[in-house]
């Protein structure tokens, strides 16, 4: 599973989740709509590769948007200082989220087939322990949390997801299952290695995606559903197993 927007979601929306970030760090007041749609410009003509961490990345596009929403406010430095001060508080703040409805249910499920479930994410190792401990997750995952700080490789990169592969035992790719939130980030081991791999797409903004391997799921009952369904194919077919 992924871990933010995945496994949690924002107490608000992700827009209005965006601007409180961006008011109580910067001080900048800005309509939840015009702020998500800024954002969701800049990601589309600076995509982040494969070769940034999310640390990297995310800082620069705040602060380009504080740079197209205030122009002439702050300085480069001043304002990729807040960018990064933004890009910390919207990842490390565990007020600011809580668990997706009925994922634990989901967990406990999977757990209860044999199922090894564990955690792949960019977000820095230490922040991302603490939001699983705080919110009662860890007891699901224990030592199979992999992050892209700790294995010192961004998702998706080759390296982050063979670290992912030896470290859950697994017998081959076909035998992980993931759960992820960005077509950017998470269709990888689709592409790659023909793993199965649903995206979480709550807000519905996802259209035209036909990858072989990857489902578009959203809700958590929908998930749910996946996750039953790719079970059911491992008791049929040990290849496409989820670890065990």
């Not at 939130?181 to 807000?203: G, K």
């Not at 809700?219 to 996946?226: V, Y």
Request: aromatic share 8%; glycine share 4%.
């Amino acid at each position: 599973f992924d871990a933010m927007f995945t496994l949690f979601q924002p107490k608000t929306t992700r827009a209005e989740l965006n601007t409180r970030v961006f008011n109580e760090v910067a001080h900048v007041r800005v309509d939840p709509s015009e702020l998500d749609t800024v954002l969701l410009e800049l990601r589309r003509t600076h995509p982040r590769g494969r070769s940034l961490r999310m640390e990297e990345y995310w800082p620069h596009i705040n602060a380009t948007a504080l740079e197209l929403l205030r122009p002439g406010r702050y300085d480069a430095v001043e304002a990729l200082r807040l960018g990064r001060l933004m890009h910390s508080r919207t990842l490390t703040d565990t007020d600011l989220y809580e668990v997706r409805p009925q994922m634990r249910d989901i967990l406990e499920w999977l757990r209860a087939q044999g199922v090894i479930v564990a955690v792949a994410s960019n977000q820095h190792h230490r922040a991302l322990t603490e939001h699983l401990r705080a919110a009662a997750l860890d007891r699901f995952f224990g030592k199979h949390v992999y992050t892209s700080s700790r294995l010192r490789s961004p998702k998706p990169s080759k390296h982050f997801w063979r670290a992912v592969f030896h470290g859950v035992g697994a017998s081959s790719y076909g035998a992980l299952a993931y759960v992820g939130n960005s077509v950017e980030n998470d269709i990888d081991l689709a592409l790659r290695h023909q793993s199965p791999v649903a995206i979480l797409d709550i807000a519905r903004r996802i259209s035209g995606l036909a990858i072989s391997g990857v489902s578009v799921v959203h809700d958590e009952s929908e998930l749910r559903a996946w996750c039953e369904r790719i079970v059911g194919e491992e008791v049929a077919t040990p290849n496409l197993a989820a670890a065990r």
